[in-house]
């Protein structure tokens, strides 16, 4: 890999660590630049300022999502299943980590303020209330919308439930949750 593009992922992987070392962005781009093993000069070079380094790491953790959300959707076999995997992929060991938790719990925050934040924080939820909705309809017809927004709902709130208290859940309990909720939605029970 050539030496920007190398120093540019350090940065973003170093800016997700700090955050969940710290547990929020109030963190300087020296501390960014000293995990990364670069100059804070380089970092801001690379990327203008912290809220544009931030951002990058949030585009990174929002890619490494979607293509699990994709994979997932691609080997599953009907609607049910394909709502079971994207509920899966969303509390992955990859997803439903401390230090992507903590950033996706600042990525809320920033998008209070930041047009761009608040842009890609729209393009995730458009997603994933399309994917919700595409996969209800054939399970619960025209309330399929209403029970997207539910669970969509539910998935952000689980993950603010772990940023508070580890102890609550886990990616595993925390899918099952939402199975679990999605049954009585439709009208299923396990």
Known sequence: MPAEPKRRAQLVEATISEIGANGTLNITVSQIAKRAGVSSALAFHYFGDKEQIFLAAMRYILTLYGAE???????????????????????????????????WLNFYVLAQTSPEARRLLSIYQRRLQSNLVHNL??????????????????????????ALDTEATDGASAAAHVLHAIDREIGHSN
């Open 137 to 162: 309809r054939p399970l619960a017809g025209d309330d399929a919308a209403g029970v997207a927004q539910r669970i969509g709902g539910l998935i952000d709130g689980l993950y603010l439930r772990f």
């Open 69 to 103: 959300v994709r994979g997932a959707l691609a080997v599953a076999d009907g609607p049910r299943q394909r709502l079971e995997s994207l509920v899966r992929a969303s509390f992955s060991p990859s997803n439903f980590r401390r230090d992507a938790i903590a950033a």
